[in-house]
């Protein structure tokens, strides 16, 4: 029961172009949501998060929107840098749950010079 | 200031023998929480510990897998009888709060275990 799904397993994108990924979630309990950046070999390095209260957080060239209604919520990266190539993982929280978080696939993102 | 220390990095384990795998919280925090990825999935919550205790282990599979975080000394994830099936990359977070939302945990490098 895969309760939180990134549908792209990869992206590709222009250098200076914005990169969006995309996650989406089914338990409606989940009310924290996180985006978590890995390079191979290394461990998942925290990125932005955002609370179900707010529907937009940003931080930098990074901002994620959250659509309640439809369970989705995406990170926006602008300009996009190859640097950022990694696999983004979108990670969700429920109250209830504490610190148990639940995981997305993984999207591999490749920025183009 | 070290981050999480994971070791070893790389593991090989034949068939039926124990696999231990060591991490040691940044400093100042005491919870520590494991998670397991499997070739081309996510990482999958395994346990939650403090000092001395488990907190939420709902995530460990219910037979040769087990978690401590002693009094002193690292956190140790340790399997049991491995199976190929155990082969993936395990990775440990730590934070100085309880109840968290994970913001402030700070993952290792991960033990890639590879069961021959």
């Known amino acids: 029961d895969q309760q939180v799904k990134q549908n792209s397993p990869s992206l590709s994108v222009q250098e200076g172009r914005i990169s969006i990924l995309n996650c989406d979630y089914t338990?409606?309990?989940?009310?924290?949501f996180l985006w978590y950046k890995k390079y191979p070999a290394e461990g998942p390095t925290f990125l932005i998060s955002i609370s179900s209260i707010k529907d937009k957080n940003e931080d930098g060239r990074f901002t994620v929107f959250l659509n309640k209604s439809a369970k989705h919520l995406s990170l926006h990266i602008v300009p996009s840098q190859p640097g950022d190539s990694a696999v983004y993982f979108c990670?969700?929280?429920?109250?209830?749950?504490?610190?148990?978080?639940?995981f997305g696939e993984g999207t591999q993102l490749t920025v183009n010079p | 200031n070290a981050g999480v220390m994971q070791n070893p990095r790389h593991l090989v384990r034949r068939r039926g023998q124990e696999a231990r795998l060591r991490c040691s919280p940044m400093k100042g925090h005491s919870h520590v929480y494991w998670y397991r990825q499997l070739p081309e999935e996510g990482l999958k919550f395994m346990v939650y510990?403090?000092?001395?205790?488990?907190?939420?282990e709902s995530g460990m599979p219910k037979e040769r897998f087990s978690a401590e975080f002693p009094k002193e000394g690292p956190s140790i994830l340790r399997i049991q009888q491995v199976v190929r099936g155990d082969s993936a990359a395990y990775f440990c977070?730590?934070?100085?709060?309880?109840?968290?939302?994970?913001?402030?945990?700070?993952f290792g490098q991960g033990t890639r275990l590879t069961v021959v």
């Open positions: 510990l403090q000092k001395e205790n488990i907190i939420d």
């Open positions: 977070a730590s934070s100085p709060m309880s109840g968290l939302r994970n913001t402030e945990a700070f």
């Open positions: 338990n409606s309990m989940f009310d924290y």
């Open positions: 990670a969700a929280s429920a109250e209830t749950s504490g610190s148990r978080l639940t």
